[in-house]
């Protein structure tokens, strides 16, 4: 099952597909962006046995890896009508050596310029979480493009970035 925003309007929209098991499938529906994609059912081993991308115009834009179910993805985009607002960012990195991570929050207004709208650092070794709370929520207007960048200054360092975002109808 595949969840993100039409093509043309950017409303919200979902189709489930059946896959084949040898090639590529093309979805009915026209997507300007995939949010998220779950595997919905599966044969014997309970789910995917390889890992399943998708593209929109011949750029990969997601992966539900081998295993897994579903897809990790670090954005979203507000759909038409929508106000989102939210409410935490934050993440955690699991790693042998010491690394230090930027973990960014950017928001790219529909036809504007990428912004940087927040920062933390995780430091350390082992595993270390830090999260951010906004009191007053950080408000995106409809089609506006969140998304979350790691960096850094070691190979090999497992991190996750999650955000909580309540939408509101305009």
Known sequence: TISGLNGTTYAEQTE??????????????????????????????GTNVGTLTTTIGGTA??????GKGQTQLGFYMIPAGKTGYLTRYGGSMDSSA???????LFA??????????GTMMLLGSGTTASYREYNTPLVFTEKTLI????????????????????????
């Open 16 to 45: 489930t597909i059946t896959l084949n098991g040898v090639g590529a499938v093309t979805t009915v529906a026209s997507f300007a962006i995939i949010h998220r994609m779950i595997v919905a059912t599966a044969g014997s081993s």
């Open 61 to 66: 834009s997601g992966n539900v890896v081998a």
């Open 98 to 104: 010491t690394a230090s991570i930027d973990l960014e």
């Open 108 to 117: 790219t207004p529909f036809g504007g310029a990428l912004n940087l709208k």
């Open 147 to 170: 998304r979350l960048r790691a960096t850094s200054d070691t190979n090999n360092v497992d991190v996750v970035g999650n955000f909580d975002l309540c939408l509101a109808t305009n």
